[in-house]
Each structure stands twice: as C-alpha cells, then as structure tokens.
C-alpha cells in the first residue's frame, strides 16, 4: 500500500477527474527525481485508464504548486560532471513536461501557491491552467546562473511572446497570477477557496464531450501549432479523418439531427 506521507505525487479519482497531487510540502513540492519519476508512471497508468477523461494536476500544502527543481539533488548530479547533470535532471525534466503537453488527455493544472522554475515550466507544458489569487510565478533560474532546464526557454516565448518572456528569463523577477492571465500562462484567477471547485468545473464541462474528439482536439493543437498554417491544416484534417469511422462522430450528428445530448461510448 502506497505510504501517502511518502509518496512524492497522491493520485485520488472520482468521477472521471484524476486529480495528481505533488506532495512534498515541506520542501515547497520542489521537484526532485522521485517526483518526476512517479509523476510519469502515473501518467503512463492513467492514459489507459478508461475510467478517467480529464486529470487536475495541483500542489500539496497552502504554500507552493511547486517552487521548482529540488536543487540540492540537482547541485549533487552537477557535483558529478560530466554527463549526470544532463541525464539526471534536464531529460527528466524535459521529459515530464513535454509528456504532460502531449497527453492525449486534458490535463489541467490548479496553481495553488508558488510556481517558480519547474513549477512555472508545468504550467507553461500543461494545456489549460487555473490560478488562485494567492500563486506567484517566476522564472529565477538565472539567479543559479543557468538558463531553466524544463522547456522554459521554448515553452514561454511561444506563449507569452519573445520580448514579455525574455524580461522575465533575465531577470528572475516574480510576477502575479493576474499577470500570468494576461501573458496566456493560465485561463484564469480565481479566490483561492474556489481554486479546486474552478478546476473541477472546467473538467465536468469538457466530460461532457466525446473522449475520442478531446484527443483529436488536444492531438491537432499541440502537433500543428509550431507547423506553417498548411502543415497544420493537414494534421487537422487527418484527425478529422481519424473520427469519421468512429461510433462518437455518428452518435454526435443523430444526437444533433435529433435535437437531444449525445450518449458517446463509455460516458
């Protein structure tokens, strides 16, 4: 049986929500390589779980999401040279945020707290994000001097744009929750008591539709946004053409025809 004072990410499901907790209060849910580590067998275990259509993805205790990468582990892996910074935190890092952009399931971060460096880059990789009143971002990596380590340096430019992204690379400096709405970062802001029921509702909204058309959605997006318009057009319409065959495109056009809501396969 899972310890939960011990494990690094709480995983609790109900309803067709997963909801993935980082669980190191203590250390700010600061990212160490048992985090990342469970946090990608859990996602590997939950894309096969029928039960489960949306993840929320939020941060133990009222103080943190995640105030990053745990930087006594990492200072150990640079102690070692060589090649074992490298492996040890920036592939795993990289690896889990580039595996929670791509999920083929809606996974929506709640940003309870302090988001700095890695905490930052999760929200940046996830496809939706909601903030509470109380978060703060920030990407200090420079005052370490090194560059972040998770995809900040690509991830924020694409969605805030270069120069707002670049001020806030090089300069370390904390930035609110309402500037992080108005950089794209999250969809919204909420009283931090309303954090967890705003996630919740987001995820009920999209519960509502075919899981096979969520995917082909989440799928066209993150394949086509860095492609010319034209490439993107073709990955659109080859996840169309995915959905032509299917029971959830033909029950979503009677159910249409047939002025009624949709009753989709395993909803």
Not at 23 to 38: E, F, V
Not at 48 to 65: H, K, Q, S
Not at 125 to 141: C, D, N, Q, T, Y
């Amino acid at each position: 049986m899972t310890d939960l004072a011990t494990d690094p990410v709480l995983c609790t499901i109900s309803e067709g929500i997963a909801t993935l907790t980082l669980n190191r209060p203590a250390k700010l849910n600061a990212i160490n390589y048992a985090l990342a580590d469970r946090m990608m067998s859990l996602l590997d275990l939950l894309e096969t779980d029928r039960t489960v259509g949306v993840i929320i993805l939020t941060g133990a205790g009222e103080r943190a999401f995640s105030a990053g990468g745990d930087i006594h582990e990492f200072s150990g892996s640079v102690g070692r040279g060589g090649q074992a910074p490298i492996r040890d935190f920036v592939r795993r890092g990289q690896g889990m945020t580039a595996r929670l952009e791509a999920y083929p399931k809606p996974v929506i971060a709640a940003v309870n707290g302090i988001a700095f460096g890695g905490g930052c880059e999760i929200t940046e990789a996830v496809p939706l994000a909601i903030a509470s009143e109380r978060a703060e971002f920030a990407k200090p990596e420079i005052n370490l001097g090194m560059p972040p380590t998770f995809g900040g340096t690509q991830r924020l430019p694409r969605v805030a744009g270069r120069k707002r992204a670049l001020e806030l690379l090089l300069t370390g400096d904390r930035f609110s929750p309402t500037r992080a709405l108005e950089l794209g970062l999250v969809n919204q802001v909420v009283a931090h008591d309303d954090l967890m029921p705003a996630a919740h509702d987001l995820a009920r909204r999209i519960l509502r539709h075919s899981s096979l058309a969520v995917a082909s959605i989440l799928s066209a997006v993150t394949r086509g946004i860095n492609l010319p318009i034209a490439e993107g057009l073709l990955v659109e319409s080859e996840q169309f053409a995915r959905m032509v065959p299917t029971a959830d495109l033909r029950e979503g056009l009677d159910a249409w025809i047939e002025r009624r809501e949709p009753a989709y396969p395993g909803r």
